[in-house]
């Protein structure tokens, strides 16, 4: 293994343990502040990454760049305002990684303008592009994830928030939910892994990953283009 290779697989477990602890603490840490010590009580609040590793929301970071933590408990009866708490725990981790992925944005647009950081060859160059590099799209892919209307992601948390308790959908979901997204994550990994010629020339065939990448672009780009105007290389 060359050195850009390792520089490259460390930058990608060094943001992808980033990425993960920070959104599961930014849970935590919302819930406490709405009242409810639940999580924290359970060693939640906490950078021991260990503590937030889900073994298929790991295997699918370190393979198919999205995946999650282990979901961080919580008791709704304890927050001040129910709807209000349960509704800024849902959001509290994606917000987390949307903010890192803005920042880590804006600092490589002027290290690739301003700078020639980049060109030289040396490991911690290419170090520091990776870590920009995978900043910028694992936390993105890690929100728009977790964003999804399934259970148990975030954006189904988002959605029973603001529903009745026996919705149709959010009752679907609590019943289906999981077996819908291992379906999905399945297709993924049968397609990047047995089928990538397949997956290339048809990307819709593999729907999970086909809309994260879309949706990912389609966040990053107009921002890349704002950083661009605020340091003056648009």
Known sequence: ???SNISQNLARIIILLLALVLHEIAHAAVALWNGDPTAKNMGRLTLNPVKHFDFLGLFMLLTLRFGYGKPVPINAYNFKKRKLGYFTVSIAGVTVNFLLSILFMGIYVPLTYYTSVFLSTSFFAELLFWLLYFGIFINI????F???PIYPLDGFRVIESFTKYNNPFVTFMR???QYILLGLILISVLGNFIFPSLIVQFPYMDPLSYVLQNVSSWIINPIL???KIIWGVA
Do not use: A
């Not at 892919?141 to 728009?144: D, I, R, S």
């Open 146 to 148: 977790n964003l999804l």
């Open 225 to 227: 283009k704002l950083w």
């Open 141 to 144: 892919y890690l929100m728009v």
């Open 1 to 3: 293994m060359n050195s």
């Open 175 to 177: 019943k289906y939910g």
